[in-house]
């Protein structure tokens, strides 16, 4: 897959950013980063996706968290898991297929997001409710 950015929405990961309450200035993606990429399927179809989260691996592989821009609003989102690799000078996206190495990203994608999580509610001085 090819990219193009074109700014819009939440660098944080949060859902369209209406009123999220979270203070995106420590979290925020880097400068002259959007959170939603257009990305070149392999048939020439431009899809947009929003970009959930990067996760850094042990080895120094980095991936994107994304999920299509399409979808409908369920609690249920599908993502897909992007390695950052470069080539020729340019960053490229390329799709994970190694089932083993997606889970391990997700499980690490999932572990990062409680971790946000805790740290706005500690922030907040509120404890989780259920």
Known sequence: MEND????????GCAGCSGCGHDHA?????????PIITLTDDEGKDV???VLDVVALEDGKE??????????????????ILEIKEEAGEEIYDTVVDEKLAE???NEFVKQQEEL?????????????E
Request: overall charge negative.
């Open 5 to 12: 950015e074109k700014l819009d929405g939440c660098a944080s």
């Open 26 to 34: 420590e979290h925020s993606m880097p400068e002259g980063a959007s």
């Open 48 to 50: 947009e996706f929003e």
């Open 63 to 80: 991936f994107l968290i994304v999920t299509e821009v399409s979808q409908e609003d369920t609690d249920d989102v599908e993502v897909v």
């Open 104 to 106: 391990r990203v997700f």
């Open 117 to 129: 999580s805790a740290s706005y509610e500690d922030e907040d001085g509120e404890e989780d409710e």
